[in-house]
């Protein structure tokens, strides 16, 4: 069976350094008040490393080649890498121009910043990334505001390109560890949202991460309403523990029995070394889908086939 994983994280050295610099800011958005400079940035990120005692990730192609033995190591062929905060995605550009054949590069987008469908264009026109990752919540943007629905647009007018939208629970680990305030309005991250937005652009794949992060309802709602929206299955899912006796097994099986397998990709959410690849994650949610008592050709493409469809190797 082909495993493609469709939701990983590339934590870069610049990444990392943005992190270092809002140490003890109040606004996570803030721009950095320091140089953009390499040489500070990898010193930057060699701290942060060295505190939460993560190896420091090198230059974006150095990180690329790590990505790659790592999933030599576990037998994937493909993963979606994500540039993990606005700014950052000339270092997943770097990545997929190394191994095009083995990485599709998403990037986070803050509507609010300045231009946003300038930003969006470069990233997808030039630096050749194929999906645009918004989060509502922690930007504080909601999903009908027209920036939004431009950045949408964009997306419509380059095929092949797809609109992932966080919704539900957010929390993200390394701002906890490294005592970073994150002011998250989770009102803003209803998958009910993205179902407008997919029909204004009925084109464009959507993909509703962590099969909606304790908005499973309202996700499975929306993707019903929309044949353009997915859902992910990445990480630990540790959502499912805010309603009572609910169970992984029992989210495969029901979202299956609502969409099929033709719109389930499966994600880890994997980040950082040396975890490397969550192989306990892939474990777990294989069972989980053997339990919803599919056939083999449905695994493959839940497993698989789904990505290389929205995402074939030769498509750019």
Known sequence: MVINDSHCHF???QFLATLARQRGRSDARAPSPLPADELLDKR?????CGDLDWDAPGSAYTLADTW???????????????????????????????HPDRFVGFFMLDPSS????????????ELGLRGICLFPAMHHVPLDDGRVEQVVQVAAMHPGTAVFVHCGVLSVGV????????????????????????????????IVPHFGAGMLREALMAADSCPNIHLDTSSSNSWIRHTPGLTLETVFKTTLGVLGASRLLFGTDSSFFPRGWQRAVFEAQKTAFASAGQSAADEALVFGGNFDRLFPVDAR
């Open 175 to 206: 701002r906890r560890k490294l005592g970073l305030a994150s002011r998250f309005d989770l009102r803003l991250g209803d998958p009910l949202g993205v179902a407008r937005l997919a029909a204004t652009a009925p084109g464009v794949p959507f």
């Open 114 to 125: 300045p231009d946003p469908v300038a930003r969006s264009r470069r990233a997808i026109e």
């Open 68 to 98: 790659v033995r790592e999933l030599d190591a576990h037998g994937v062929r493909r993963a979606a890498l994500i540039a993990s905060i606005p700014g950052d995605e000339t270092s997943v550009a770097a990545a997929v121009a190394k």
């Open 44 to 48: 930057l990120a060699d701290e942060v």
């Open 11 to 13: 934590f870069s050295t």
